[in-house]
Nanobody, 123 residues
Framework: QVQLVESGGGLVQAGGSLRLSCAASGRTFSSDNIAWFRQAPGKEREFVAGISWRSATSYADSVKGRFTISRDNAKNTVSLQMNSLQPPDTAVYYC?????????????????WGQGTQVTVSS
């Protein structure tokens, strides 16, 4: 069984940066796609970014050019570098494991999830 643990969230002013990390244990995920989702209060969980096992990437339009997803298979981690943060980016951010193949943007395609890390951007 895979366990995912997110870290790196916090409070930042608009225009600032944060780097989130997702660490996996239980098995290596070098052959899996990994994605970041976020959920703001009263809103549905939404896709933010994903990275395939071959390190192809996909981003939501709202974060393109500001966020960068990367992976280090040797360390079994996936990171999300978030720059130029704005108040609408405020949410709980989750990492999730999907199988190989295309990077899905729907949460039901992912079977293992972390507990989430809070990101709050103040204006």
């Amino acid at each position: 069984q895979v366990q995912l643990v997110e870290s790196g969230g916090g409070l930042v002013q608009a225009g600032g940066s944060l780097r989130l990390s997702c660490a996996a244990s239980g098995r290596t995920f070098s052959s899996d796609n990994i994605a970041w989702f976020r959920q703001a209060p009263g809103k549905e969980r939404e896709f933010v970014a994903g990275i395939s096992w071959r390190s192809a990437t996909s981003y939501a339009d709202s974060v393109k050019g500001r966020f960068t997803i990367s992976r280090d298979n040797a360390k079994n981690t996936v990171s999300l570098q978030m720059n130029s943060l704005q108040p609408p980016d405020t949410a709980v951010y989750y990492c999730a494991r999907g199988g190989p193949g295309i990077i899905y943007v729907t949460s039901r395609r992912y079977d293992y999830w972390g507990q989430g890390t809070q990101v709050t951007v103040s204006s």
